[in-house]
């Protein structure tokens, strides 16, 4: 398994603004996946992006893709008091066995109403 | 549906002793993981478990044991609790490549 870096650690915002956060990995991977922490709760599955893709949607949320820079960023456009969450991101390594994503320390977004 | 459940919810233990934490993935799902997280980090993997088998397990000490029940439901158990324990415990049932997770158990050890 392998472990993504979320960048940055913390971010602040106004209501109405994009929240753009990035995440970084190590060796190859099969797909990757963004989660959501809101405030000591469960982690809540996001969006899946597969290697062969370079950006898919999901309501709100972009999410990017650069297998050559090893790199995804994760897009919330006009952001809501709501989005206030941690946001984690898990590379499924490409080798393959168990999927056992491994987090980082996640970004901490703050949207202030 | 009902998602993954964990109980309990909340847990106080003192030093020394051991504690059980228990989980129930979501109907149809054979995979089940558990992690720790301490204040302030993200989610650590201690176990996975599929079909009652061990697939997988994280750099946690021999005091941290885990298993899987015929009806796919797990127990995670930490013996000779440290202060260093205390954390949120999430359990998480697997469909595929997403997981699901439950709530968590905080455990706080005095």
């Known amino acids: 398994s392998q472990q993504g870096e979320e960048d940055p650690q913390a971010l602040s915002i106004q209501e109405g603004e994009n929240a753009t956060m990035n995440c970084s990995y190590k060796t190859s991977i099969n797909n990757l996946q963004w989660y959501r922490q809101n405030s000591g709760r469960g982690l809540v599955h996001l969006i899946l992006i597969r290697s062969n893709e370079r950006e898919k949607h999901s309501g709100r949320l972009r999410v990017t893709l650069d297998t050559s820079k090893k790199s995804s960023s994760l897009l919330i456009t006009a952001s809501r008091a709501a989005d206030t969450a941690s946001y984690f991101c898990?590379?499924?390594?490409?080798?393959?066995?168990?999927?056992?994503?491994?987090f980082g320390r996640g970004t901490s977004l703050i949207v202030h109403p | 549906d009902a998602g993954v459940t964990q109980s309990p919810t909340h847990l106080i233990k003192t030093r020394g002793q051991h504690v059980t934490l228990r989980c129930s993935p979501i109907s149809g799902h054979k995979s089940v993981s558990w992690y720790q997280q301490v204040l302030g980090q993200g989610p650590q993997f201690i176990f996975q478990y599929y079909e009652k088998e061990e697939r997988g397990r994280g750099n946690f000490p021999d005091r941290f044991s885990a298993r899987q029940f015929p009806n796919y439901s797990s127990e995670l158990n930490v013996n000779a609790l440290l202060l260093g324990d205390s954390a949120l415990y999430l359990c998480a049932s697997s469909w595929g490549n997403e997981q699901f997770f439950g709530p968590g158990t905080r455990l706080t050890v005095l």
């Open positions: 898990a590379p499924l390594p490409a080798s393959g066995g168990s999927y056992i994503p491994t």
